[in-house]
Each structure stands twice: as structure tokens, then as C-alpha cells.
């Protein structure tokens, strides 16, 4: 596609609940990125793929968060027994990844998650 | 050591101003520096990169200053518009931005006609 999607756009839980949320790289980019931005603060990583494989999730939080991309393509971010902690925009990225030459990101315009 | 230090948190120009955004980085591994623009309700969206061999990056009405010595990169608005107010970010990473970046926190700039 022409850019990176997210869904939902905006998703309320309430605590306990479990959410997915779904994000379509652009096609053909090998890397994909979740970051969670809290209110008024810059975008904090939280895990990256590189085609299926999962290279690094360091940032994620607890072991209630868990991120998956069976066939290198779109991704799901999921959030078991949700938190007040984890209202935020979760906001997905992808790259071209060529190399030395970096393209910087993609950003889709995430999903808002508000946790009741 | 992962930090990434921005300033201001707010800035106001009048139209036509220069705005300067800083930041300050302590990792020596970074050598990707982007800066980000952001609209509310929107992603981040690229406006400009630049890596450690060069000390300033000028693209349209955006430059990018990089002092590898300081561990410092600034942003400088030319000609500022009232479209461009925005909050901007800027962030830092390494293996050439082809893995996780680290983002400042942000200044809201609000460009007055």
C-alpha cells in the first residue's frame, strides 16, 4: 500500500481485557518497528522485526505484551490483561532496510489505546 | 547511555523566524540522527537525517547541525510558516537507522503569523 495502516484507530478496553492490534507495512519493506507513545512524550521502542524474525524486543514492558509477524508481512501487537499504564498511541513503522544507506521510517498514525 | 536530550519543550516564532531545536545524545554507537515532524492525531512523519561524516544537511527550509565532537544536532527552520507549527522530535540510532531509534521528547513549536 501507499502507507503504513493501523487498526483499530482508536480502541477502549476495559482493565483485564485483552486487545490486537493490527498494523500493514508498506509492501516489500523487510523491517517493522512498535513504539508506544505516552501523552506529550517522543515515541519509546518496543520491539522490531526483520522480514519474521524477531531481532529485538527489549522494550517491551511485561510479559503481558507480545508481538508477532508469521509471514514477514503485517504484524499484531498484543496486550493481554490490559492496564491503566498502557493507555497510549501505539504507533507501528517499517523500512526499507538496504543496507548502509538508511531510509529512516515509515510511521503509520497508530492506534489509541485508552485502558477503563 | 541511551538517552536522547531535547530543548526546548516549546517554542514560539513569529513568522518568518529561524527556530532552533536542540538535542544531545551520549551513545557513541548512534550514527543515524533523523528528525521528525508530528501533526496531532498523526504519526511521526521523516522530514531529515543525517550521519556523523558531515556537519550540516539543508534540505528546502529544514538544516540539520551536527557537532560529533559535542555529541550535539540541531535543527534550524528557515522562513518559518504557520503550517510548520508542529512538534518535532528528533532521535538517534545505529547500523544507519536500520534498527531501533531513541527519540528525544519533543518540542511543541507554534509558529505566529
Known amino acids: 500500500g501507499a502507507g503504513v495502516s493501523q487498526s483499530p484507530r482508536y480502541k477502549v478496553a476495559k482493565r483485564g481485557q485483552d486487545v490486537a492490534l493490527r498494523c500493514d507495512p508498506i509492501?516489500?519493506?523487510?523491517?517493522l518497528f512498535w513504539y508506544q507513545q505516552a501523552l506529550g512524550q517522543g515515541p519509546e521502542f518496543l520491539t522490531y522485526?526483520?522480514?519474521?524474525?524477531?531481532?529485538?524486543k527489549s522494550g517491551l514492558p511485561s510479559d503481558r505484551f507480545f508481538a508477532e509477524r508469521p509471514e514477514g508481512s503485517v504484524s499484531t501487537l498484543k496486550i493481554q490483561r490490559t492496564q491503566q499504564e498502557d493507555s497510549a498511541v501505539y504507533l507501528c513503522?517499517?523500512?526499507?532496510?538496504?543496507?548502509?544507506?538508511?531510509?529512516?521510517?515509515?510511521f503509520g498514525s497508530g492506534t489509541r489505546l485508552t485502558v477503563v | 547511555q541511551q538517552q536522547v536530550k531535547q530543548s526546548p519543550q516549546s517554542l514560539i516564532v513569529q513568522k518568518g523566524g529561524i527556530p532552533i531545536i536542540n538535542c544531545a545524545y551520549e551513545n557513541t554507537a548512534f550514527d543515524y540522527f533523523p528528525w521528525y515532524q508530528q501533526f496531532p492525531g498523526k504519526g511521526p512523519a521523516l522530514l531529515i537525517a543525517i550521519r556523523p561524516d558531515v556537519s550540516e544537511k539543508k534540505e528546502g527550509r529544514f538544516t540539520i547541525s551536527f557537532n560529533k565532537s559535542a555529541k550535539q544536532f540541531s535543527l534550524h527552520i528557515m522562513d518559518s510558516q504557520p503550517g510548520d507549527s508542529a512538534t518535532y522530535f528528533c532521535a538517534a540510532g545505529p547500523n544507519f537507522g536500520n534498527e531501533k531509534l531513541t527519540f528525544g521528547t519533543g518540542t511543541r513549536l507554534t509558529i505566529i503569523p
Open positions: 509492501s516489500g519493506h523487510v523491517s
Open positions: 522485526f526483520q522480514n519474521e524474525a524477531q531481532l529485538d
Open positions: 513503522a517499517s523500512s526499507p532496510r538496504t543496507g548502509r544507506k538508511g531510509y529512516g521510517y515509515t
